[in-house]
């Protein structure tokens, strides 16, 4: 299983490219994998993969500007969420994750559960 972070709303098909809703793979068994026969692939970053500069000074401003941040299935201890999050200053923090994390603290809402069953929960 990755460990993921950001967005997690898209994901996408590696062979024919076509998207797809969280539900494409948070309720599948394994591997998911798209009609064509494609692996659908998360199009956030994942922990192996290298971050693309551009992208990092995008999330960056973004936080900087940001009332309100949602965090995901994540503890923030790891490198790259850990540095993100010190660029947020808005009011309202939002933790999701099954354990506790060291910004519990500051934020405005913890919720201990996966972030899977949390998606499950909302209405697509
Ligand atoms: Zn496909």
């Given at each position: 299983m990755y460990e993921l972070h950001g967005s997690v709303l898209r994901n996408y098909c590696m062979q024919c490219k076509k998207f797809y809703g969280p539900e494409a793979v948070f309720n599948v068994e394994g591997v998911p994998t798209c009609e064509c026969g494609g692996i659908i692939k998360p199009d956030v970053v994942l922990y192996e993969e290298g971050l693309n500069q551009e992208i990092c000074s995008q999330s960056i401003e973004a936080l900087l500007d940001a009332d309100m941040l949602i965090v995901g299935?994540?503890?923030?201890?790891?490198?790259p969420a850990s540095g993100f999050i010190r660029y947020f200053h808005g009011k309202n923090l939002v933790i999701i994750n099954r354990s506790t994390t060291p910004y519990d603290q500051m934020a405005s809402l913890v919720m201990n559960q996966s972030l899977g069953s949390i998606f499950q929960e909302i209405e697509v």
């Open positions: 299935g994540t503890s923030l201890t790891v490198y």
